[in-house]
């Protein structure tokens, strides 16, 4: 099967990302948007848009309906989800197949299992990947789970079994704060994701994010493409990624590697995916969750490997096998990437929506922009923040930093404040060279 | 010769009208006035001796060649008093309740707050769509049976 029109079910520069991959393979493309990014370069590049509701998100990008009313108007023989919205939306995947749309991801069942937290944590278990000590499912109540708690021993998190992304997690100390925490995270995770369960797990320090990417075909297939640490984050958000982790021996990154394939296969697992490590400094790695879907991040483990995942995502999504075998994929280089938000670091933080005037992204080898941003464009306060990705690749992780600071340096975005001059600061900060930061680093450092 | 305040009031009332081209020759001075929808020129050819005089009025606002969506975002100015009924969603745009029947409604026709104007038909459900102003309908702003995406112009309608 070959696709002849993909509709991109997502904006921004992940819309643009999606584009550029069908462009190149000749096949049409078909953008959505509210009435907020009318202006968006998604829009513009595509070969047809049309708008899909108002500004509100739920109203136009999770606005299935109309999502579908385009899809199949159009005569769309597959949709790409991007990451967010409704790329995790098992439903969303199973209304694709009964419209006869190809959902270019794995299936309805393999979201769902994965999707659920505690549920992935007990296929992963079963599949012989390490998970992080915690209970076996979710905390029916409260004595339950100052029971568990205290036969992992504090500090316990608190994590919500449908959140994910960082969201729906409380830290309890001690018992009096689990006793306290858990009903309100029971709540909030009911009134978030729609399911109030919750589940522990140790609090584990000193641990680096490591996460490893996966593809797989429809024909059992699967194979990774090596890691990418993501520890540099701010409030379980990550701004910085590259590819390799720094600490990694090739032994290590082999057993975790050969661990993500296992869980991959262990789902019938197809498409693009990414598995989540805790890695600690004794070389000991947990499974966190997996997401089902591409990733923000996802350029670096591209200028590494040479492959282009969303090609390959769609190479696969047509039902044919995977363009390489596990022998041929070579990680070569290294590979930095600096998330560019609106946002105010002097502010902590502070988002900072508004329009663009001068815009002039870096250039020169080895230096890759992924952006929907352009000159007079206005980034609106309604979606996410973010207004491009430098990605950088050189031939040693000495040299990439370099090249990043270079590039930053040279990256003009005048009219609204943004994380340039953060980045600058962090890509000089002795503990990032030295490579050994853990998740905390950047609440444990001024940077 | 054309006085200059004679070509102005010629290209006014041109604007007026759905006329495309004006070609006037008086006294030896030829004037020609085109109007091909995206640009305006306008020359003047005076006799021998005097000089040529060439006027060329700046192009209506250069359009941009997205061939995105549905025509309806180059639309020409609405009357401001008219209101605009605008598509909900996305779907396939009816006039009538089924191929056989005749029209909800058409130009020159009274609607009330209640009136089913259209059908729009997104995954198979049909949705009737109501005027929700008492009125009469100016314009018919899309075909039967075409796409049409959210907040897509579909009727025009002079309200009472």
Redesign the interface.
Known sequence: MKFQKILIANRGEIAVRIIRACRELGISTVAVYSEADRDSLHVRLADEAYCVGPTLSKDSYLNLTNLMSVATLTECDAVHPGYGFLAENADFAEICESCNITFIGPSPDAINRMGDKSEAKRTMLEAGVPVIPGSDGIVEDLDEAVKIARGIGYPVIIKATAGGGGKGIRLAEDEESLVKQITNAQQEAEKAFGNGGVYLEKYLTGMKHVEVQIIADRHGNAVHLGERDCSVQRRRQKLVEEAPCPVLSPELRAEMGAAAVRAAQAVNYSGAGTLEFLLGQDGQFYFMEMNTRIQVEHPVTEMVTGVDLIQEMIHVAEGNPLSFTQEEVKINGWSIECRVNAEDPERNFMPSPGKIGFYLPPGGPGVRVDSGAYPGYTISPYYDSMIAKLIVWAPTREEAIAKMKRALDEFAIEGIHTTIPFHMRLLSHETFVRGDFDIKFLEENEV | MFKLNEIKELIQLLDETSVQEVEIENEGSRLVIRKPGKAETVYVQAPTAAPVMQQASQPAAAPQA????PAATAAPEVDPTLHTIASP????FYRSPSPEAGSFTGVGEKVTHKSVVCIIE??KLMNELEAEVNGTIVEVLAENGQ?V????PLFLVKPE
């Open positions: 997205a061939p995105t969506a969603m996305v779907g396939t997104a995954m796409l995406e959210y907040g897509q």
